[in-house]
């Protein structure tokens, strides 16, 4: 049983940035357990935005290559969502998702960027 809990979301104006939280707890062996940030816009498909392997590579959409950042503090187990530079399209709602058992979404948080 894995417990995750979303932070950090809110309206922005364009150019601004947020940071994203995502505290986990419970049977999760968090240092070993593949882990990303999914965003779901408007009308549209969730898609992985950023992620980070069960070896500890990181990779991104190519859409926000350069301005995000993902990251984990294995200790407070809690993954993070580095994100400047932010333009309107980003706009949406933020999923974090831990690859284990039948995996786990936390609850969404939405961002919004005005133009």
């Known amino acids: 049983q894995v417990q995750l809990v979303e932070s950090g979301g809110g309206l922005v104006q364009a150019g601004g940035s947020l940071r994203l939280s995502c505290a986990a707890s419970?049977?999760?062996?968090?240092?070993?357990?593949?882990m990303g940030w999914y965003r779901q816009a408007p009308g549209k498909q969730r898609e992985l935005v950023a992620g980070?392997?069960?070896?500890?590579?990181?990779n991104y959409a190519d859409s926000v290559k350069g301005r995000f950042t993902i990251s984990r503090d294995i200790a407070e187990r809690t993954l993070y969502l580095q994100m400047n530079s932010l333009k309107p399209e980003d706009t949406g709602v933020y999923y974090c998702?831990?690859?284990?058992?039948?995996?786990?979404w936390g609850q969404g948080t939405q961002v919004t960027v005005s133009s």
């Open positions: 998702h831990v690859n284990y058992g039948p995996g786990y």
């Open positions: 419970g049977s999760i062996i968090f240092s070993v357990t593949a």
């Open positions: 980070i392997t069960s070896s500890s590579r990181l």
